[in-house]
C-alpha cells in the first residue's frame, strides 16, 4: 500500500485531468512549435499560446511576458542572472534568508563574480519587514528577490508591499511565487511584480515546465538569454518547446481553485490539533495567520526528525525543503527563524494536497501521535527534558 502522501510541497501527483489533456500531444500532435510551414507545427504553436494565454491570465499578465522554461530554478536563474548580465558588471541584489536555494545559490554565484548580495533578516515565524527593503535601498540596487510563500514553513509575505517600494525607487522585484502560483491571488499588475516564477508541479501538473514572467513596459524588463541556440522565446530562451508539459501546465491552472484552501486549512487544523492534543510539547513553526493553507511545519524537542519519518512508515513527508535533504546541515529557514541545531533537527514538514482525505488525516494522526509516544519512551532525553 502507498503512504499517506503528505508531501505535496516537495512535488504533487499529476492531476488525472492534465494527463489526459496532454497525452494527445505525445501521440498524434507531435508537431514541433517552430514547425510554422506544416499544419502539424502550426497546431502546436496554436497549442502552445493557448496555455500561455491560460497562465498569462492566472497573474494578470500579457501573454508575450510568459517565458517558457524548465522549471522554477530555471526561471530564477534566467531572472537574476539575465537582469544582472543586461545592467552592468556590478551592482547590488537585495534578497532574504528564506528564499529557496535557486535564488540564494544564484545570488552567492552572482557575489562570486563583483556583486554584493544584501540577506535580509526574517522574525521569528518568518516575515521579512517592507521597511528593511527600503532601508537596505542603495542607489547602485537593480534587483530584489522576494518568495512570496515559503516551502517550508509556509509563511506568506507582503508582496505587494514590497513591489510598492522596489516601483518607488526604480529597482526590479522578482518574486518566486512556486508555492502560491495557482493558490493564492497574484496580479502582477496590482504588486508591482516585474519578474515572476512559478512551476506546474507543484500545482498537480507534470515536472519539467516552468515559466518566468518579465514585464514589457513600464518598465520592460531586459534579459541576457542563458541557453542560445536558435532564438526560440522571442530570444530568451532557446530550445524546442515541450508542447505536451505546456499543455499540462496550462491545464493545471485551469483545474485550480482557490476555493481547495477552506478544504486544505481544514485538514490543516485537523492534524495540528490532532497532534497537539496528545503532544502539547509540539512546536508550530511558522505564522499562525500568514500560512498556506497547505503547510504543517513541527518540531519535537529533543526527538530526532530523521529517526521519526523513519518509523512513520505509513506516511510520506520529509524534513524540510526536498531540495536539501541531501544536506546534513541543518535548514537555513528554520535557522533563520531562530531555531537553535537541535530543534531544527527535530522539525517534521507535513504538506497537504488537492487528494489527501479527511481519513487520510485521521491516520496519519494516529500513526504520528502513536511514534511520538513510542520514540519519546525509548528517550532518554525526552524522559530528562519532561523531569
Ligand atoms: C519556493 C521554491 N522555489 C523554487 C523551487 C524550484 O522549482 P523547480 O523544481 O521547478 O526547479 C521550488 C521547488 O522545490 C520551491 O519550492
Known amino acids: 500500500m502507498n503512504p499517506i502522501y503528505l ?9 488525472p485531468r492534465v494527463t489526459k489533456a496532454m497525452i494527445p500531444y505525445l501521440s498524434e500532435q507531435f508537431g514541433n512549435a517552430a514547425s510554422i510551414h506544416h499544419s502539424l507545427g502550426r497546431k502546436a504553436k496554436e497549442t502552445v499560446e493557448h496555455s500561455r494565454k491560460i497562465l498569462a491570465n492566472e497573474i494578470n499578465a500579457r501573454p508575450k511576458e510568459i517565458i517558457f522554461t524548465s522549471g ?4 530564477i536563474n534566467l531572472a537574476i542572472r539575465g537582469v544582472c548580465e543586461k545592467n552592468m558588471d556590478k551592482g547590488h541584489i537585495i534578497t532574504q534568508a528564506t528564499e529557496h ?5 544564484t545570488c552567492d554565484a552572482m557575489e562570486k563574480k563583483g556583486w554584493d548580495i544584501t540577506i535580509l533578516p526574517v522574525d521569528d515565524r518568518g516575515k521579512v519587514d517592507p521597511h528593511s527593503v527600503k532601508d537596505a535601498m542603495r542607489d547602485d540596487t537593480v534587483l530584489v528577490a522576494i518568495m512570496h510563500a515559503n516551502n517550508e514553513i509556509g509563511t506568506i509575505q507582503p508582496i505587494a508591499e514590497f513591489g510598492k517600494i522596489c516601483r518607488k525607487n526604480g529597482v526590479l522585484f522578482l518574486v518566486d511565487a512556486c508555492q502560491s502560483f495557482g493558490k493564492l491571488d497574484i496580479d502582477v499588475n496590482l504588486m508591482h511584480i516585474d519578474l515572476l516564477a512559478a512551476t506546474a508541479h507543484k500545482i498537480y501538473g507534470p515536472k519539467g515546465i516552468g515559466l518566468l514572467y518579465a514585464k514589457s513596459k513600464d518598465p520592460k524588463v531586459e534579459l541576457v538569454e542563458q541557453i542560445t541556440g536558435g532564438g526560440h522565446e522571442h530570444r530568451r530562451r532557446s530550445g524546442t518547446l515541450p508542447v505536451h508539459q505546456i499543455v499540462g501546465f496550462g491545464r493545471a491552472v485551469t483545474i485550480c481553485d482557490p476555493s481547495e484552501n477552506e478544504e486544505l ?35 519535537f524537542p529533543g526527538l530526532d526528525a530523521e529517526t521519526l519519518i523513519i518509523k512513520m512508515k505509513g506516511i510520506a513527508c520529509s524534513t524540510g525543503s526536498a531540495c536539501s535533504t541531501a544536506n546534513l546541515e541543518p535548514s537555513h529557514v528554520l535557522k533563520a527563524i531562530g531555531l537553535k541545531n537541535e530543534m531544527a533537527h527535530s522539525s517534521i514538514r507535513f504538506s497537504l494536497g488537492r487528494f489527501n482525505t479527511k481519513e487520510e488525516i485521521r491516520r496519519a494522526i494516529n500513526e504520528i501521535n502513536h511514534v511520538l509516544s513510542s520514540v519519546k519512551e525509548n528517550s532518554p532525553r525526552q524522559q530528562l527534558l519532561h523531569v
Do not use: C, Y
Request: hydrophobic share 40%; proline share 2%; aromatic share 4%.
Open 7 to 15: 508531501d505535496n510541497q516537495a512535488t504533487t501527483p499529476v492531476d
Open 72 to 75: 522554477a530554478t530555471e526561471s
Open 101 to 105: 536555494k535557486a535564488v540564494l545559490d
Open 265 to 299: 486549512s481544514f485538514l490543516q487544523n485537523m492534524l495540528i490539533n490532532g497532534v497537539m492534543a496528545v503532544h502539547s510539547d509540539a512546536h508550530l513553526n511558522g505564522s499562525t495567520d500568514h500560512r498556506l493553507a497547505n503547510n504543517i511545519n513541527f518540531s
